[in-house]
């Protein structure tokens, strides 16, 4: 059965307007301005929006699990649990994001990851984001030193072929021996990201003239602006085509520093993550996260030895709530850098965006940005 969706503010990549969203099997099939649909809809199944926002479900590329479940344990079971949880926060798709294992136990977990559809109860499962295991011991933050190690060809190819094409995205950092030859290889096969770098501004620029695309929460785990000695924030500041991921809580980053970097990087650069740990949706306590005691108190995370941040405790929902506050976006903008830039950033042709022939993966807001529904591949299961 087909659906119409009437009476709501449509939010485009470019624009937002009044009108009407008519679904057949799961795909976008028609947009219409002002609700002047000249179709007959008494065969349809009607959702009346009442006048709130219809934007693309939001896109989270970075997220290591939530709901007291981690992406490196038990993949079948922590996807399912994640996927579902996922409707309640307007997150219809997501990467896996695993930490640093030892190079047997990531076989064996990308393994595992091979066999998971993507379609699931809940929000859809896009594939695997391997934070590390090529990253700098100096930037290393809660990743198990023993593992980090410089690229070679060999493991790589290991892991895409564990992996089973379900190997998306992939943190680097720039510097490590033999890392550009490795960017040159490895940047078909895998979407490459820049980040837990001590890569000055130099290096970081030739990294993404070889192939990188991103920066992986950027500020967070690498080196900074300095007027006399140029890192990798830098750079990120500099190129006109990366991508930075962005941890939007008010805690990795100080509002004032997301203003100034928005002003920069506008929305046409900007991906908003959660770089949420299994803590999120749980009570206050302390939780296990990359082989490290931390402790949950309200919307911070940190490992209990060091106060190193460990993670967010972030939605994605909060983060566009945040993002407006701190920048005053407009709502078209804030679904950019939620929806259509992590799909962009990753080839996915048919997601992020309102546009006929995409996947009906659709959420309904009020004026305030509260979540009102969550509809995947046009059913609405929240």
């Known amino acids: 059965m087909k659906t119409l969706i009437k009476n709501v503010v449509i939010v485009k990549k470019d624009k937002k307007f009044n009108g009407s969203v008519l679904i057949d099997e799961g795909i976008i099939s028609q947009i219409f301005e002002d609700d002047s649909y000249d179709i007959d809809a008494t065969a349809m199944r009607i959702i009346d929006g009442n006048g709130f926002f219809l934007a693309p479900g939001m896109v989270d590329i970075h997220l290591h699990g939530s709901y007291g479940h981690d992406f490196i344990s038990n993949p079948k079971e922590t996807v399912d649990i994640v996927s579902r949880g996922l409707l309640k926060e307007g997150t219809t798709s997501f990467l896996a994001s695993l930490t640093v294992l030892s190079p047997g136990d990531t076989l064996k977990l990308l393994n595992q990851y091979k066999n998971i559809e993507e379609k699931q109860a809940g929000a859809n499962f896009l594939g695997v ?20 190690r410089s690229p070679k060809s060999e493991d790589f190819e290991e892991m895409l072929l564990a992996a ?87 805690n990795h980053v100080h509002p004032d520093v997301v203003r100034a970097t928005y002003r920069v990087l506008g929305s046409r650069q900007i991906i908003l993550i959660t770089d949420a740990m299994l803590a999120k949706g749980m009570a206050d306590g302390e939780y296990v996260f990359s082989n490290l005691a931390c402790r949950k108190q309200g919307n911070r995370v940190n490992v209990i030895e060091t106060g190193m941040f460990a993670g967010s405790v972030i939605t994605q929902l909060e983060a566009i709530k945040n993002m407006r506050q701190f920048c005053s976006c407009d709502v078209v903008d804030l679904f950019k850098m939620a929806s259509y830039n992590p799909c962009r950033l990753l080839n996915i042709d048919n997601k992020g965006c309102i546009e006929a022939g995409k996947d009906a993966d659709l959420i309904l807001l009020d004026k305030d940005l509260n979540l009102k529904a969550t509809i995947v591949a046009g059913k609405q299961i929240y």
Not at 134 to 140: G, H, N, P, Q
């Open 164 to 250: 089973g094409g379900k190997l998306k995205y992939m943190t680097i950092a720039p510097e490590l021996d033999n890392m550009q030859q490795f960017i040159k290889y490895a940047h078909n096969k895998v979407v490459l990201s820049i980040g837990h770098t001590m890569a000055n501004c130099s290096t970081t620029l030739k990294a993404l003239k070889s192939g990188c695309k991103s920066f992986t929460h950027l500020y967070n785990g690498m080196g900074q602006h300095q007027h006399r000695q140029p890192m990798a924030v830098t750079a990120a500041l500099t190129d006109k085509r990366a991508y930075s991921e962005l941890i939007v809580d008010g």
């Open 129 to 148: 984001h391997l934070e590390g295991p090529y990253l700098s011991y100096e930037k290393r933050q809660l990743m198990n030193p023993r593992y980090l």
